[in-house]
């Protein structure tokens, strides 16, 4: 009996152990002190490490919200984040808002993420609704984009997409340092996620790449949202990919072919290699085509 609790007693603290040695912060230095924040989980995490303190780009699940504090302390001296920004309303941007708020932070954000947190939408792709977020998960100071962060002796520009991933995207660049934060602007080497019930749209999306193109030089260092550390001939890749991708079920609208003969057709056969993924499939991908040309929510799979 004994050694059976113990060994229940053992089994329990080696699954928290594996569980939390599931999660990983790889620190990728960018230079100028800012570094990357890279995990096995939600979107990728920017900072910046300097004399004025700490900025952080995006929280994460409130789970990885620790890890992430613990990898940004190893490069700050031990300094607690001072700012954040949200790019933009999705959980897995925001979760661990209150983490750091609690220990100080104060958080920025496009002023349509914090009512948007408050009352969320359902996702007609998933079908999931997100939780309400209240007190310190919400931003403090609201965005309109355009202003400029002057810290860590950089200039920090945030650029709002009024009609992208959602209708609350600030992608955000540090000038001198030459690299771009793009939040859930870019999906590097993977089918975007355009999340139409929160003010996403296919053009807005392009569109919002190509004012990063615009800023960028071959040099530039891009943290994309998901995927890998990634350079403009990535931006330009899935602004290719997803123009091209638009231009075939818009084609097959044209034709007055239903959703059923669209997705039959196959029309991004040729990209389901490269681009296809866990979330954003081949299929949902059409799926987000479609809705967004003929303005009809297809039945989903
Ligand atoms: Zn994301
Ligand atoms: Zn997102």
Redesign the pocket.
């Given at each position: 009996m004994i050694s059976c609790l113990a060994f229940a007693a053992s089994t329990a603290v080696a699954a928290a152990a594996a569980q939390e040695q599931e999660v990983f912060v790889d620190t990728i230095d960018l230079g100028a002190g800012i570094y990357a924040l890279v995990t096995n989980r939600g979107?990728n995490v920017g900072i910046s490490v300097g004399e004025d303190g700490v900025f952080m780009i995006d929280t994460q699940f409130g789970p990885i919200a620790p890890f992430l504090d613990r990898a940004q302390r190893a490069v700050s001296d031990g300094a607690p984040v001072e700012l954040i920004l949200n790019t933009?309303l999705?959980g897995?941007?925001v979760l661990g808002n209150a983490w750091f708020a609690e220990r100080g932070a104060v958080i920025m954000a496009h002023h349509s993420v914090r009512p948007a947190l408050v009352s969320p939408v359902t996702a007609n792709l998933t079908g999931a609704t997100p939780e309400p977020l209240s007190g310190g998960f919400l931003p403090v100071v609201q965005l309109n984009g355009g202003e400029t962060l002057s810290y860590n002796g950089e200039t920090v520009r945030f650029h709002h997409e009024p009609d992208a991933?959602?209708a609350g995207d600030i992608w955000v660049h540090f000038v001198e340092a030459d690299v771009i934060h793009t939040g859930?602007l870019l999906f590097s080497g993977w089918f975007p996620?355009i999340?139409l019930d929160n003010g996403g749209t296919v053009n807005g999306f392009i569109a919002a790449m190509q004012s990063m193109v615009d800023v960028a030089g071959p040099d530039t260092k891009v943290i994309s949202?998901h995927g890998p550390m990634s350079t403009e001939a990535d931006l330009e890749a899935s602004i290719a990919m997803l123009t091209e991708a638009r231009a075939r079920v818009a084609a097959l609208v044209e034709q007055e072919a239903s959703y059923a003969e669209i997705l039959a057709a196959e029309p991004l056969a040729d990209f389901h290699e490269d681009w296809n993924w866990r979330f954003i499939t081949t299929e949902r991908m059409i799926w987000t085509l479609y809705r967004d040309i003929t303005g009809v929510i297809p039945e989903n799979e």
């Open positions: 979107g933009h999705h897995d941007h991933h959602t859930d996620y999340d949202g």
